[in-house]
């Protein structure tokens, strides 16, 4: 197929160039909105690109004029992305585009979907994260598409080599700004790039890809502990040196709680006798008041690291995720079945990320002048 893709200079879009390219799968129309954008796809020899604004109708249209489908993975705003769903549809019907795969996200449910979420399960537009609001309003844009054949995908946690979940571990591993909110237990809902990759290419021709949006993931949904344990012990880390800091709003939450007993504990420490109540109960209830009443205490422990700075309600909702999606629709509608095992997947990742970012004694090697001995 000739295939166009949208967004083939971020993450997702150069690993399709560049699986496409190298196997000779499809023909591949890079689209971006400037040359320099494509410095990155030269060394495959992508052998056609065209220049135009995702947002700019008219550009877009003749960028993908004779394309068999168009595959939309382009990130962005918030207003870009609702602007660029609706510009994408519209440039297929009038380039004469039959199929746009366009690349939603798990995240049209929140980063912490409540239990019994599913492909079925009508998503809204008033969560606390704008990035999933606007997702919601993109996937409403392309319901009203006429003229096109639209399949969505919803990925969850997209990774591998280069992806943004890793690409900062190393400096703050190194730092002491790596954390895990909640201890990092929560689930993750993560597909690797390859296997986006694969349900992409299920997408351009399955025919029923179009009659829903579909979650696509890997085939195990580890803890979030679990998904960064392989990359941080392949750097000499340990998941100890991940601070477990509180998710976002857990404190005030606990000082509600304890608001609440407080109460309770003062009229039973005024109204219970002191022949029913030992002295050393009695002298727990009070040490318990206190701590309730008193504003804490500065620590006398000096900690070994700069402490992390606090999550924002993306990460806190994410760490402390308690659901994990189902893909029933897309294993039996679409036949999608991810060909890269979740453990050969972090795996390459971690191995990726310890020679793209060298040990310390490495480091310090390649700074070092050049020794002109005999051993030099």
């Given at each position: ?151 969505i995908l919803r990925p969850g946690i997209v990774y591998g080599p280069r ?214």
């Amino acid at each position: 197929m000739r295939v166009a893709i949208v967004g083939a200079s971020g993450f997702v879009g150069t690993r399709l160039v560049e699986r496409w390219t190298l196997t000779g799968a499809h023909e591949v129309i890079a689209v971006a909105r400037n040359a320099t954008s494509l410095a990155r796809l030269a060394r495959f020899g992508v052998p056609r690109w065209e220049q135009a604004d995702a947002l700019d109708l008219p550009a877009l249209t003749a960028a993908i004029r004779g394309c068999d489908a168009l595959v939309h993975v382009m990130v962005g705003d918030p207003q870009q992305i609702v602007n660029a769903a609706e510009v994408a549809w519209q440039a297929c019907r009038d380039a004469g585009v039959a199929r746009l795969v366009y690349t939603s996200s798990a995240s049209v449910f929140g980063q912490n979907p409540p239990p019994g979420t599913d492909d079925h399960t009508v998503p809204h537009d008033h969560h606390a994260v704008e990035y999933n609001n606007a997702k919601v309003r993109a996937e409403r844009a392309l319901a009203q598409a006429e003229g096109v054949e639209v399949a969505i995908l919803r990925p969850g946690i997209v990774y591998g080599p280069r992806s943004q979940w890793f690409t900062t571990l190393p400096r703050d591993l190194e730092g002491g700004a790596a954390m895990l909110v909640g201890g990092g237990t929560g689930v993750c809902n993560h597909i690797y790039v390859d296997n986006l990759v694969h349900a992409i290419e299920i997408a351009l021709t399955h025919p029923s890809a179009c009659s829903q949006p579909f979650y696509v993931a890997d085939e195990d949904a580890l803890a979030w502990r679990d998904f960064y344990r392989p990359a941080v012990e392949r750097l000499g880390y340990d998941l100890a040196d991940m601070a477990a800091v509180a998710p976002v709003g857990a404190s005030r939450g606990r000082r509600r709680g304890a608001a609440a007993l407080m109460p309770v504990m003062k009229a039973g420490a005024r109204i219970v006798s002191p022949r029913i109540v030992p002295a050393r109960a009695r002298d727990a209830m009070r040490a318990a008041l206190d701590v309730l009443t008193s504003p804490p205490r500065a620590s006398s422990f000096a900690l070994p690291h700069p402490e992390p700075p606090a999550p924002s309600i993306e990460l806190s909702e994410l760490h402390t995720c308690a659901t994990r999606l189902p893909m029933h629709d897309a294993t039996t509608i679409l036949g999608y079945t991810p060909p890269v095992p979740t453990a050969t997947a972090l795996a390459r990742t971690a191995e990726w990320l310890a020679e793209a970012w060298p040990s310390d004694q490495e480091a310090a090697r390649a700074a070092a002048p050049l020794d002109q001995g005999a051993d030099g």
